[in-house]
């Protein structure tokens, strides 16, 4: 059993800037990639970005490149999701998860274990 707890959502005003953190139980940690997915009310849950094992490799979602960044702690066994320049249309439920499917990082079908995930409120 593979534990994710997402932490570090809250209520941030348009243009500001709010950091996610992803702990996992893992002790393999470092030999995962990790992805984070949204869900805002009312609509499916969408791909955010995706960071690899090592950290050096990221992949986001359109709309949130160039504001969001990826990185990681293997250390830490965390994960980090920094997001700046933020929107209301940026709020939703964070997840973060872990991949096994490299070829699907876009769908939730590329993870096997996932968060219980973090609110975050932008408003206008």
Same mark, same amino acid.
């Given at each position: 059993q593979v534990q994710l707890v997402e932490s570090g959502g809250g209520l941030v005003q348009a243009g500001g800037s709010l950091t996610l953190s992803c702990e996992a139980s893992e002790g393999t940690f470092s030999n995962s990639a990790m992805g984070w997915f949204r869900q805002a009310p009312g609509k499916e849950r969408?791909?955010?970005?995706? &960071? *690899?094992?090592?950290? &050096? *490799?990221?992949?986001?979602?359109?709309?949130?490149?160039g504001r969001f960044i990826l990185s990681r702690d293997n250390a830490k066994n965390t994960v980090y999701l920094q997001m700046n320049s933020l929107k209301p249309e940026d709020t939703g439920v964070y997840y973060c998860a872990r991949c096994r499917v490299l070829s699907l990082y876009q769908s939730e079908s590329g993870y096997d274990y996932w968060g219980q995930g973090t609110q975050v409120t932008v408003s206008s």
């Open positions: 969408e791909f955010v970005g995706h &960071i *690899s094992r090592s950290g &050096i *490799s990221t992949y986001y979602e359109d709309s949130v490149k």
